[in-house]
């Protein structure tokens, strides 16, 4: 069996891989001279996108690391993983000591949602979430968070190696 299918049969069990489009993604003009397939974080604008490479981009609108915990610059997309299990970092854990150690795949309260794409360099990752209003606002300890159905498309249009910056 595919990569693909599987990949879609484990989102169709979490009801998104039918899911119709989010009605905040949109086509929009990127005149910025990024690669096409390239993804750029606006941190002030909470948005992401995902260039196309005619001069437009899929922006898609995130929540972005809290003031003190952004990061700016350029990683790759290191690994993509459907309904990962998350342990949280130790800067997290340390404020929150209350958390467990690790929290399943797939369980409620686990905060990388639907899926993640995990960044080089570090613990950052773009991913679902599990707290959906949270999404345009200041709010990680420096992931970008999307609405699992948004991380889900994006998850299908890029792949391991995919250039991300974060700009200011």
Not at 106 to 134: C, D, E, K, V, W
Request: glycine letters at 14%.
């Amino acid at each position: 069996m595919s990569r693909q299918i599987r990949v879609l049969g484990a989102l169709a069990g979490l009801g998104l891989a039918t899911m119709g489009a989010a009605q905040a993604r949109e086509v929009v003009h990127f005149p910025y001279g990024a690669a096409a397939g390239s993804v750029v974080v606006s941190v002030s604008e909470r948005r992401l996108y995902l260039v196309n490479g005619d001069g437009t981009a899929i922006r898609y609108p995130v929540a972005v690391g809290k003031p003190g915990k952004q990061w700016f610059g350029t990683a790759a997309i290191d690994g993509k993983y459907v309904r990962p299990a998350w342990s949280p970092p130790w800067e997290v854990k340390r404020d929150n000591p209350r958390l467990p150690n690790l929290i399943a795949g797939g369980a409620p309260g686990n905060p990388m949602g639907a899926a993640a794409l995990t960044l080089s360099g570090g613990q950052y990752a773009i991913h679902g979430t599990n707290r959906p209003s949270s999404i345009g606002t200041w709010a990680s300890y420096g992931c970008i968070r999307m609405y699992n159905q948004d991380v889900v498309d994006l998850y299908e249009r890029v792949d391991v190696g995919t250039p991300v910056t974060l700009v200011r």
